[in-house]
């Protein structure tokens, strides 16, 4: 074989020269077979005679060589070690134009050889996005979509180049939407359904795209998968099922997509995805779960649900998870709650309908994302609602697991909204009893932290949260604002330029507030706060001034 090959190489090299047509016929064909008998071999053997480079000049549209070409170059390209030298052998630019051709053999050969090249190479895949192969491809999948050879072909270039963010806008500007959609309601075969799946899901990440899609009808294709999978057992089913309905929700992450299918929550879309949370499947719950919380993205919508009775779904779907324990579905649905209780309107109703008791089930939940979406959901709910906060901030149950998480360090986003929450009860509420459990529940020394935080916003929770503290349980907290350094937290605060008008503020709030205790008044004298002070005075910030006026004559006055 060896010998043969080396002699067909030769002759290729002479014939190319020549071109004559039938000699090189003859020599393309051994190269096949030598190549199908042991591909990494032949194809060290190309490299090792130059081959490569006599290529480009065989690749001619009109030739009748072209596809057997193209076969090779997509056969050699299959091994790793020839990528380099196709592409030095300056093969990428005849191939791309080869993709002009109306020859179903040399556009399918010529595919296999580009995709085969560029296997695995984003800075590849990037080169033939900016050679525009990819309107190149879209108008070849219109043409050609009745011959499954190409449609593939066209489908697994897509599924590559779509990867590539580079490619979303090129794509955006073709009519793939309406290619793709037409071509998925012509399936009937689960393997094909799943290959224009893979393509679909990166390019919906696209927002554009997930309003060209919306618009070309592939909702109701997905609508139509649900139906007939959902009852179904067979691992494929269960395969689309979940494929159609992710897809469902990942189309709802665009505004526009997202409002157009809401349509005023009278869309046949809303209404029949609102159906798939009481489901008997999990896969659609989720999907249901996380759909309504992608709607609620802005107050109209989340208003015109709970008119709708939305919430007595969701609480429904939890009561069945505190057994069952699907995580997910559990952070999808009080996910969905969080956001209905966003606008102010929406709170008494959500709370009168027994939200703060069904979310309050998953309290002993060891699940992160549980935890934190609890906390987001029972934060949202008690914001300007002092009865839910006072009720709520006095149930020592809850404050203690607010103080657990609180230590949380491996989970930073729990740990920061059990310490919001915390500042939120004291806040919303302003009740003595709230601070009195808060005090005996050990939760002052974690206000006292979050009054270091980085966020602007946390430290200044914290500190209103710590003022309320000292102005309506001074001796009760007195010991934990010892102990956790509260007065020294308070110093450095007043003596870093970088700190916010309102954490000045605030923090001389709690400066003239703690000044009834001994201890602390002689920790406060200890570190010469009028000098801090007094600088205030002339701060730009008119309330800041005013405030350090008033704080400069307490301080005076009780030293």
């Known amino acids: ?107 399918l050969q010529t595919g296999r050889a580009l995709g ?47 990867e590539l963010e ?16 037409r071509l998925f309601q012509r399936q009937a075969e689960h393997e094909k359904k799943e290959m224009i799946f893979e393509v679909l899901a990166p390019l919906a990440e696209n927002d554009v795209i997930k309003l060209q899609l919306v618009e070309a009808g592939l909702v109701e294709c997905l609508l139509d998968v649900v139906v007939h999978t959902v009852d179904g057992v067979r691992e494929e089913d269960v395969a689309q099922l979940k494929t159609a309905s992710d897809l469902m929700v990942l189309l709802l992450l665009g505004d526009e997509s997202m409002q157009k299918l809401f349509e005023g929550g009278k869309g046949s879309v809303f209404q029949r995805v609102l159906s798939w949370v009481p489901s008997h499947n999990h ?35 939890l009561d069945r998870h505190v057994d069952e324990g699907n995580v997910t579905v559990q952070h999808a649905a009080l996910s969905a709650l969080r956001n209905l209780a966003i606008p102010v309107v929406n709170k008494a109703k959500m709370l009168s309908a027994g939200v703060s008791d069904t ?30 906060a006072d009720q709520l901030g006095t149930n020592g149950k809850l404050v203690e697991r607010l103080v657990e998480w609180c230590e949380a360090k491996d989970h930073a986003g729990v740990m920061g909204e059990s310490n919001r929450l915390l500042s939120a009860l004291i806040r919303h509420s302003k009740s003595k009893d709230v601070v009195k459990t808060v005090i005996q529940g050990a939760g002052v020394k974690h206000l006292v932290v979050m009054a270091t935080s980085e966020h602007m916003i946390m430290q200044n929770e914290a500190l209103v949260a710590l003022g309320l503290i000292a ?21 450095k605060l007043l003596s870093d330029e970088m700190s916010a008008p309102e954490v000045k503020y605030n923090s001389m709030v709690i400066i003239c507030a703690v000044m009834g205790s001994e201890p602390l008044h002689k920790e406060v004298q200890g570190l010469a706060f009028i000098d801090v002070v007094s600088k205030l005075r002339s701060h730009e910030n008119k309330t800041v001034s005013h405030q350090a006026s008033l704080t400069e004559q307490r301080l005076t006055a009780q030293s």
């Open 166 to 181: 580079s490619s979303k806008e090129q794509f955006a500007s073709t009519n793939i939407a309406e290619e793709l959609v």
């Open 283 to 317: 896969q659609l719950q989720l999907a249901g779960a996380l759909a309504i919380a992608n709607f609620a993205r802005n107050d109209g919508n989340c208003i015109h649900m709970v008119e709708s009775g939305i919430v007595q779904k969701l609480l429904e779907l």
């Open 359 to 388: 979310v309050l089930k998953f309290l002993p939940s060891e699940m992160p994302p549980v935890q934190f979406k609890l906390l987001g959901t029972l934060r949202m709910l008690i914001d300007t609602q002092a009865d839910a």
């Open 1 to 107: 074989m060896a010998d043969n090959l080396s002699d067909a190489l030769k002759k290729l090299k002479l014939a190319s020269a020549d071109s004559t047509t039938d000699s090189v016929e003859s020599c393309l064909d051994c190269l096949l077979k030598a190549l199908a008998h042991n591909n990494a071999d032949a194809s060290e053997k190309f490299q090792e005679m130059g081959i490569l480079p006599l290529l480009p000049t065989l690749l001619a549209p009109q030739s009748s060589c072209t596809p057997k070409v193209a076969n090779i170059i997509a056969e050699v390209a299959k091994n790793e070690f020839m990528r380099s030298p196709c592409v030095e052998a300056g093969l990428i630019p005849p191939l791309v134009q080869l993709l002009h051709s109306k020859d179903h053999e040399v556009l």
């Open 471 to 491: 102005g309506l349980d001074l001796v009760g907290a007195e010991k934990d604002f010892v102990g956790a350094g509260l007065v020294q937290v308070l110093h």
């Open 116 to 162: 085969n090249i560029c296997y695995d190479s984003h800075s590849l895949q990037a080169q033939l996005i900016n050679m525009g192969v990819i309107p190149t491809l879209v108008k070849l999948l219109g043409l050609h979509s009745d011959n499954t050879a190409l449609t593939e072909m066209c489908l697994i270039a897509f599924g590559n180049l779509a």
